[in-house]
């Protein structure tokens, strides 16, 4: 924020700028919207007159159609309107665009709500609940609707589809105005008021905009308002059989809903002009209260090695690539919580990528990052094994007595707080332990440092241990690496450093290790950019994305709570599912590696 931002909230975070934050402090510090009243609801004119002056000094909002699951674009779209509402001292409102009555369902409204409160907003403020939905608004939308005829700018097309597409013109051509567009005001009344009657059929008639069928810009060649819908509306049922266009519907929305920033993705940009044709028309009618919101665009989140189309995401789904909506390999909201994404990781992500006006791609290594850095903060960490051998200390029971179990233990957590006693975790080592199978080799490459024959290394909170050799089965597989004990070099005790190794090596005690479920994920998409260019974005589906293993895992990781993340010693960070995760049966998800391996 500027220094010379109005804004005198001393407890915002200093944020990057960026062109809205300008926008937005240059509206704050010019009073722009500073005389603007709010009712305590949505409404027209005349119903925000009588009310108050807005206690909110900006209005966002999200504005969601219920037709799928939220994905990580929409992270950064609720990032940025709720986290500039909250910077600013205004009110972001959560609005379900529902105008559309065929592709929307329930079931979306409540997983779109728990997404956004999980993410760490809400829409509460000022005593209000600004939760919203714009098929409250069709009798408002159908009035501004008979405005709009009655004034002359508006009137009922009945030519068919095709012809109104021949006579759109394209970039090149001009528009031809529709034989309809010479109506009158009454006969446009008319035939309207008969659309919304039922007294036509779907595609019958349009209710257009007189704009101009020559215009360069192609959305301001009469647009369509309202069409005729023989559909059942999940909220108003059989009420209407004419919707309003989303083009028409949303800066009504916005207007009803004394928005002042509405912020969209590129793609409206050119819808803009229209946007701003209709709010002059409706505030000179009365209808709607002035200053009106202005919209602004920002660049899309395009993040490669996944697609964030809800109609390819639901295909991924309903076609078995993945394991539902919330499967841990697919970029929605649902998907990367399970996957163990926290809130505050993806929030770091919104504001790491920032808001521009350019199309870019954002490299998937980026979210990684987000989470990676959260988790090595506050992660509990553990040891794992992953393909496990058992290792036998052959001196075991002859040095610490048969069936001894050395207690051991280790930090839970990296960066003890000074004068806060770090918790602890706590293992046992016997006489048999697994290892990796990896850090064992018969004949070892050059360079290398862990178990061969006559080399030692430090098993990791216990001993160090010297490699003797290993037994095999009949096809030469390793079946038990076989090492002794070296006496007084238990970690933590004295002089316990004094035998020198080159390695440390990860482990889990046979007797307290438990099994547990490990699904390792790799990136869905072999290709970067699966969909770009209207390629098929199944062809590049990664047919390993998810491998099953049984590791081996010490006791504080057994008892993990479902969602709860851990660092697995040496093999990333980890997550307890959240579905399927218990104490009996412990499953655990692959979160993030250590490092970027991404571009490996
Ligand atoms: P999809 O194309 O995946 O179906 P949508 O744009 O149709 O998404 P809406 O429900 O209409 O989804 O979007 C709600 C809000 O989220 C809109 O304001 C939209 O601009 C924003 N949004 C959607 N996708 C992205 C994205 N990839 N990056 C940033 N914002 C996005
Ligand atoms: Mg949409």
């Not at 809205?20 to 240059?26: D, P, S």
């Not at 509405?262 to 505030?283: A, G, H, K, N």
């Not at 006006?357 to 954002?362: E, G, L, Y």
């Amino acid at each position: 924020m500027s220094p010379t931002a109005p804004n005198d909230r001393t407890d915002a975070p200093v944020k990057p700028s960026n062109f809205l934050r300008q926008i937005i402090e240059h509206d704050l510090s010019a009073g722009t919207y500073a005389q603007r009243r709010w009712a305590g609801s949505p409404g027209d004119a005349a119903h925000h007159a009588a009310g108050q002056p807005d206690p909110a000094r900006i209005r966002t909002r999200f504005p969601p159609e219920p037709n799928g699951y939220l994905h990580v674009g929409h992270a950064k779209s609720i990032c940025l309107n709720f986290g500039l509402a909250r910077d600013y001292g205004g009110v972001c409102h959560m609005r379900f665009d529902d105008t559309n009555p065929e592709k929307e369902d329930t079931e979306y409204v409540n997983s779109i709500l728990d997404a956004v409160q999980w993410l760490g907003f809400n829409w509460d403020a000022n005593g209000t609940r600004h939760l919203y939905q714009a098929s409250d608004y069709f009798d408002f939308m159908y009035r501004a609707a008979e405005h709009l005829i009655t004034t002359g700018h508006a009137y009922v097309d009945e030519q068919s589809a095709e012809e109104m597409r021949l006579n759109r013109g394209d970039f090149g051509k001009p528009g031809v105005d529709s034989p309809f567009r010479a109506r009158t005001p009454a006969e446009n009344l008319a035939r309207f008021r008969a659309m919304r009657a039922g007294e036509l059929a779907d595609g019958a008639a349009v209710l257009r905009a007189k704009i101009d069928m020559a215009s360069p810009n192609i959305n301001l060649r009469d647009p369509a308002l309202y069409r005729i819908k023989h559909a059942t509306h999940h909220h108003t049922g059989d009420a209407w059989c004419i919707y309003p266009m989303y083009t028409f519907a949303h800066p009504i929305e916005d207007a009803l809903e004394q928005i002042t920033h509405s912020i969209c993705t590129l793609e409206f940009e050119d819808q803009r002009p229209f946007y701003d044709w209709l709010m002059v028309r409706l505030i000179d009618g009365g209808l709607l209260a002035s200053p009106p919101p202005k919209q602004y665009e920002f660049a899309r989140l395009n993040l490669t090695y996944v697609v964030t189309s809800k109609r390819k995401l639901a295909q991924l789904v309903t076609q078995g690539h993945v394991n539902g909506w919330d499967d841990p390999r697919m970029p929605t909201i649902v998907g990367l919580r399970r996957r163990g994404y926290t809130p505050q990781s993806l929030q770091l992500f919104a504001e790491r990528i920032g808001v521009t006006k350019s199309d870019s791609w954002i490299d998937h290594s980026t979210l990684e990052g987000c989470l990676r850095e959260d988790l090595e903060a506050h992660a509990r960490r553990g040891m794992a094994v992953l393909n496990p051998v058992k290792l036998v200390l052959t001196n075991w029971d002859e040095l610490m007595g048969p069936g001894h179990l050395e207690p051991c233990s280790l930090p839970a957590l990296p960066h003890p707080v000074e004068g806060v006693d770090s918790p602890m975790r706590h293992f046992t080592v016997g006489r048999e332990v697994w290892i990796e199978r990896e850090d064992f080799e018969e004949v070892p490459p050059k360079g290398y440092k862990r178990l061969f024959p006559g080399n030692k290394v430090r098993l990791k909170g216990g001993y160090v241990i010297e490699c003797t050799g290993c037994t095999k089965d009949t096809n030469g597989t390793v079946t038990e690496v076989l090492a002794t004990v070296v006496p007084d070099t238990k970690s933590g005790t004295p002089g316990s450093d004094a035998v020198k190794v080159k390695a440390a090596i990860t482990w889990v005690g046979v007797a307290d290790g438990v099994p547990a479920e490990v699904r390792l994920y790799e990136r869905l998409f072999l290709d970067a950019q699966p969909d770009a260019g209207g390629k098929d974005f199944l062809e590049s589906l990664n047919p390993h994305s998810l491998k099953v293993v049984t590791a081996i895992v010490e006791p504080s990781l057994a008892q993990a709570q479902p969602d709860q993340k851990f660092q697995f010693e040496r093999h990333g960070y980890f997550v307890a599912d959240r579905q399927d995760h218990t104490a009996t049966h412990p499953v655990f998800n692959f979160a993030v590696g250590l490092k970027d391996g991404w571009g490996k």
